[in-house]
């Protein structure tokens, strides 16, 4: 699933492994401390580009929104 996540000082584009039919409220519960994002892009508030990586673990304390993109 291609999700994007605001923390306070980024916005992190890119996909989780969320099992079929599985609501991102499910997953985000059931990975506690950390989630895994692949295909990552990661953008500062201004939506600037600082830079892309294929892996990113991202601590769900410093996550203020998540949601599926478009």
Do not use: C
């Not at 895994?36 to 601590?59: G, I, W, Y």
């Amino acid at each position: 699933m291609l999700v994007k996540i605001w923390t306070d000082s980024f916005i992190i584009t890119g996909e989780i492994d969320t099992l079929r039919d599985e609501r991102l409220t499910d997953y985000i519960r059931e990975n506690k401390d950390f989630i895994a994002v692949t295909q990552v892009k990661v953008s500062d508030k201004n939506e600037h580009d600082l830079f892309r990586t294929h892996f990113l673990n991202v601590s769900t304390s410093h996550i203020e929104i998540i949601l599926p993109a478009e």
